[in-house]
């Protein structure tokens, strides 16, 4: 790795950090003007590859090494579907990563989507994979970025704590709890408020030690108040809701989005990727009497497979016939059948108890068509709802400029040095790298870019490659896995990456498939040079590189599974 003053360019971000003490923290690294003059960004957050030492160190097979391959082919993305949605690390939250990502894999995957949504769902994976693969873009911005914007925007902005909503997610709550799980969900709208008054103190700036203490603090107090719903609901006679993906909350800067509307962006005049929203019933629901709770569940299940498929049928007939198409054949259909289903939970609770009025009027669903605001509020302290991408160029308020459409994704399950591996679960969910290293620290934040012929160093600043190699990201996924869980209440702790020497599993994981995901684009080298490519980011990073990142979710099935890990373990190539 290239050294900068003696350390090495991977400690940046860190060095940063260590430098302010962790206290008050802009952003990791300067630097990617977008301007003409080269030298400011090479030496900030773009690096050529050729001054990047060798730094990937691969652990020696031992004698039960596991050193098979299976790659899946997915595409990429050449359906279209990009959403700030971030089904893995914020579920429930619309555009919860508040930039845009290219998804490959599950065609029918949103914030809200269930297991069985998944399960169920069309995919773009030859091998009929419905795995869901999900990364931010890389955008191409030839306009010089305002970097003073950004910093005024975050001198107005309070930082806010947004938690996915337990309610909407909940099942059939039995009717002689009902009192107490709206008491429980009380206590977290109160914990949750109570953060917001800590957050008060970082009020134009990032401090990434308050946002940690704040975020710790909650995630213990809502962790034990939902598994108290839970635990509710289940001694009841309902069915054990499956809630620990619902317990992190995130710091959120969306005031800076008031402040950030480039020039391009300010100027859309469509939704590009319109998506359809339809009022919530798991929420408005009453008490419901013990022996109508599996049926009145199975409606729940059953109206969001309907807008999951829905969703699904939107993606894959852009572009077909406009507004009436959408209205005749997703809309119209969606509203009849919501109708049908919401009638039967009336139903099945009114043969036990007082009917529940006007669920009627929760059938119709619309298309979120609503434009970005042309002028910022005067005021951008408190967060706005987030538009929706925009334009041609699916834009976000400081994520402005051109998607680079990848040339090549490889999706790659790769083998275990220190023995075999084990099938991962269904629905496993795994994260890599880190969105905000700036306001969370680079704890789980890892450099992920290089060039094609270059694979043997990875650096954490965009890469200036030679004529004629490919930008390349490079992803891997923890290869060891708890056992049990397919996700933690940080959507961490039930994975772990293997010891970088041995390749061993820490104590108390066992090694399945490890995942790599190697994204490959053809970027103009003067593009490169120029410091004129970056990622889709968080506002508080500012397209920081060191913030790239990747999300997955296992919808492959059984077999095939077992597939790859009979692939692995006997040292094939597969596919």
Not at 357 to 385: F, I, K, N, W, Y
Request: hydrophobic share 35%.
């Amino acid at each position: 790795m290239k050294r900068r003053n003696g350390r090495p360019a991977f400690a940046l971000a860190a060095a940063v950090l260590a430098a302010t003490g962790a206290l008050t923290v802009t952003f990791v690294s300067s630097g990617g003007q977008g301007t003409a003059d080269a030298g400011t960004a090479a030496t900030a957050r773009f690096v050529p590859i050729q001054d990047v030492r060798p730094n990937v160190r691969t652990p020696r097979p031992g004698a039960a090494a596991s050193t098979g391959r299976f790659t899946v082919d997915c595409g990429t993305n050449g359906n279209g579907k990009f959403s700030p949605d971030n089904p893995v690390a914020q579920p429930g939250i619309k555009n919860g990563a508040e930039h845009v990502h290219d998804f490959v894999g599950n065609l029918a995957i949103t914030a809200d989507s269930s297991d069985a949504d998944l399960d169920a769902s069309g995919t773009t994976c030859r091998n009929g994979d419905r795995s869901s693969y999900f990364w931010p873009v890389v955008r191409i911005d030839r306009t010089a970025r305002d970097d003073g914007r950004v910093q005024r925007a975050l001198a107005q902005t309070r930082p806010m704590v947004v938690c996915p909503s337990v309610a909407e997610r909940l099942p059939a709550v039995p009717a002689a709890v009902r009192a107490t799980v709206d008491r429980l969900l009380a206590e977290l709208d109160r914990l949750n408020a109570a953060a917001n008054v800590r957050m008060a103190a970082g009020r134009g700036r990032i401090d990434s030690t308050l946002d940690k203490q704040v975020l710790d603090a909650l995630r213990d107090r809502r962790a034990t108040t939902i598994r108290g719903i839970s635990a509710t609901i289940t001694a009841a006679g309902g069915d054990r809701p499956s809630l620990v993906s619902l317990v992190d909350c995130d710091v959120s800067y969306d005031g800076m989005h008031a402040g950030m509307h480039g020039p391009a962006h300010a100027g859309a005049a469509r939704v590009a990727n319109p998506r359809i929203q339809c009022p919530t019933v798991r929420d408005r629901l009453p008490g419901v009497p013990r022996r109508a709770v599996a049926e009145v569940d199975r409606s729940l299940d059953e109206l969001d497979r309907q807008i999951s498929e829905a969703g699904e049928r939107l993606v894959t007939s852009r572009g077909q016939g406009g507004a009436a198409f959408v209205d005749n054949a997703i809309l119209g259909p969606l509203r009849a059948e919501r109708a049908a289903v919401l009638d039967r939970i009336a139903v099945a609770i009114g043969r036990q108890g007082p009917r529940p009025q006007g669920l009627e009027a929760l059938a119709t669903c619309t298309l979120d068509r609503t434009p970005a605001p042309s002028t910022p509020p005067a005021a951008p302290s408190a967060p706005a709802a987030l538009p929706e991408p925009q334009g041609p160029n699916f834009e976000l308020p400081g994520n402005n400029g051109g998607i680079v459409r990848p040339a090549k994704v490889l999706i790659e399950y790769r083998g275990n040095a220190a023995g075999p591996v084990v099938p991962m679960p269904r629905f496993l969910r795994a994260l890599t790298g880190d969105a905000k290293p700036t306001s969370r620290g680079p704890a789980n934040a890892r450099a992920s870019w290089t060039c094609s012929g270059f694979t043997d160093r990875i650096s954490d600043r965009y890469p200036i490659c030679p004529a004629g190699r490919q930008v390349q990201r490079v992803h891997d996924f923890p290869g060891c896995w708890d056992g049990k869980n397919i996700d933690s209440d940080n959507h961490r702790n039930h994975v772990a990456f293997a010891d970088r020497t041995t390749g061993a599993c820490p104590r108390g994981f066992v090694a399945i498939p490890q995942l790599r995901i190697t994204i490959s684009y053809d970027i103009p080298r003067e593009v490169q040079i120029r410091g004129q490519y970056a990622l889709d980011s968080f506002p508080e990073e500012n397209h920081n590189p060191f913030s790239d990142h990747d999300d997955f979710i296992n919808v492959n099935s059984t077999r095939t599974m077992n597939r790859i890990t009979a692939c692995i373990n006997r040292g094939r190539n597969c596919s």
